[in-house]
């Protein structure tokens, strides 16, 4: 087993256990009953774990402040003061509060209230619990829409309609900035430990092939991709990045991980797509 320095093995395992758990009930519903679960069964994933790592980062003010501050160097490029910026999935919200100190309208979009409860939001900020697929916000209105560490968490079922409800509530020129964890160098969910391929909410890990197919399909017809993380964003060649890819995909999947962990490969494989209307 991997390394968690927060948690004793035993909190990891129970995790582990819980989210498989959880997670085989939400892969295994049907649409319906998925309007409902994805805000059930993630509440109820927070509940059980209170050493969940995203409960214990909101807890840890400067390392918080810092990670806001790493992601907020790509999406700066993006905001002006008029903007109106959509966060899916935001998590602990702190992303979409920095951002609101810079534009004129944000929306932070989740399917649990658990994590941002007892929030203090400002007036130009509003929270929306929403079912996982369907976004309700007005249509072409929203200059930028961000999520990270989100496609991997929906049903491979709702992932395109949420992805159409995205391109229909942007803007014309607007951009979606989307960041995910590549499938290659996975699995990147708390099954890491334990398995080869992600068992936990992370119900299909994506390359960036299977996600510019997937965008191209609802319509964006403009993709740029960044490497790098950590604060550091260069733009890079979608085409060389599908190469590595498919280059990772035809080796022995012994020798594939091997590569996969190295840094390099962990940079230039990041997921980070921005999608332009």
Known sequence: MQKDESRTF?????HYEIEKELASKLLNSNRE???HLYTVLYDQLFKQVPHHPQLIRKADCKASA???DR??????KYLRDDSTFLEVGP????????VAKRVKKVYAVDVSQEITKNS?????????IYD????PVTANTVTVAYSNQLMEHLHPEDA?????SIYKLLAPGGVYICITPNRLTGPHDVSKYFDEVATGFHLKEYTHTDLSSLFASVGFSKMTAYIGGKGIYLRFPLFLIKGLEEFLCVMPSSLRKKLADTLLVKALLGVILVAKK
Not at 160 to 164: E, K, P
């Open 10 to 14: 035993e909190q990891v395992k129970k």
């Open 33 to 35: 009953d998925r309007q």
């Open 66 to 68: 810092k990670e806001v």
């Open 71 to 76: 992601k907020m160097r790509l999406i700066v």
């Open 91 to 98: 998590g602990d919200c702190m992303l979409s509060l920095e």
């Open 120 to 128: 203090i939001l400002p007036q130009n900020f509003e929270l929306i």
């Open 132 to 135: 996982g697929c369907t976004i």
């Open 160 to 164: 395109f309609d949420q992805l159409r």
